[in-house]
Structure formats: C-alpha cells, structure tokens
C-alpha cells in the first residue's frame, strides 16, 4: 500500500509539500508518480521519479515550480510545490508502477494511495 499525506489549505503563491510512503511491500524497482484531480476533471499526471533514483519527470503546467525526489533514508518520495496557483487545486495521489520508465498514463501504475487534498485560495 501506498499512503499520501501532508495536503491542506494555502494561499495562491504559498508552498506544500507532499510525501508518499509505502508499505506491505518493497517499492525499491518501482516508478513512483504523482497525479491530481480537480473535481469535474480528469486525473493528470503531474511528476514522477524512481523510487530511490533520479531522472524526475514533471507535466509542463508544474514544471519549475514542483520537485519530486526519493528520499532513500526515510524510504518516501515528496513533491514539494512551490509558487501554488488556484489552478492546483486537486486532490493529489501517488501511485507505483513495476515499469522501468516514468509514464504519464495512470492505467499502467499499479498501486494507489487514498489520496490527500491540496487547496490554493486566491
């Protein structure tokens, strides 16, 4: 299982930072990403990474203004957002998948998260 937390409430230009943790199982050969959705929407895709690696992808709509990153000593991967926008209002989710590439279609990860709520007040 994979759990998601550190969602909340912040102001438009504010900043969050989310962690995903697994358990029940090694995610170490996995690619772990993070998606989103707004209500009404669709999920998206907004970045992802090896879990325990590097080489991050990011959607271009949070590109320079998100990090994801594996943090092997507390076995978790975090997406900081910085500069939040009203627009990233979403419920966020991680997710793992067993491929051996970073892809931006959530039917291929395997393993989801509950899910942690971020809201961006203007």
């Known amino acids: 299982q994979l759990q998601a937390f550190g969602g909340g409430l912040v102001q438009a230009g504010g900043s969050l930072r989310l962690s995903c943790a697994g358990s029940?199982?090694?995610?170490?050969?996995?690619?772990v990403a993070w998606f989103r959705q707004a209500p009404g929407k669709e999920r998206e895709f907004v970045a992802g990474?090896?879990?325990?690696?590097?080489?991050?992808h990011y959607a271009s709509s949070v590109k320079g203004r998100f990090t994801i990153a594996s943090d092997n000593a507390k076995d978790t991967v975090s997406l900081q957002m910085n500069n939040l926008r009203p627009e990233d209002t979403a419920v966020y989710y991680c997710?793992?998948?067993?491929?051996?590439?970073?892809?931006?279609?959530?039917?291929?990860?395997?393993?989801w998260g509950q899910g942690t709520l971020v809201t961006v007040s203007s």
């Open positions: 997710a793992a998948s067993s491929l051996t590439i970073v892809t931006d279609l959530s039917e291929r990860y395997r393993y």
């Open positions: 029940g199982r090694t995610y170490s050969t996995h690619r």
């Open positions: 990474i090896a879990w325990g690696g590097n080489s991050p």
